[in-house]
């Protein structure tokens, strides 16, 4: 098995800044990419940024510039970086990760959410 747990959300004014983590654990092998997704109230869920095992990274255009994702392979951990937060970035944001398992299987993971609120 695998679990994720995230950390960092919370209430944040326009401009301001948060920083989630989150961190794999269980059964790896090898994590192939981490990465988070975002779901604001009526609206589907949205890839916000995502770093492959290569250090590869995709951003969702509406964050470039603003947020930065990075990895620490060693401790099976991701960070999300948010920089002049807007309050459309108001979401639940969920990490992801597909990880390659010790029974040899490519497993996806989600974690059970972290609110972020821009509000002034």
């Known amino acids: 098995q695998v679990q994720v747990v995230e950390s960092g959300g919370g209430l944040v004014q326009p401009g301001g800044s948060l920083r989630l983590s989150c961190a794999a654990s269980g059964s790896i092998a090898s994590i192939l990419t981490m990465g988070w997704y975002r779901q604001a109230p009526g609206k589907q869920r949205e890839l916000v940024a995502m770093i492959t095992i290569s250090g590869t990274t995709n951003y969702a255009d509406s964050v470039k510039g603003r947020f930065t994702i990075s990895r620490d392979n060693a401790r099976n951990t991701v960070y999300l970086q948010m920089n002049g937060l807007k309050p459309e970035d108001t979401a639940v944001y969920y990490c992801?990760?597909?990880?390659?398992?010790?029974?040899?299987?490519?497993?996806?993971?989600w974690g059970q959410g972290a609110l972020v609120t821009v509000s002034s």
């Open positions: 992801n990760t597909h990880v390659l398992s010790t029974t040899i299987r490519t497993l996806e993971v």
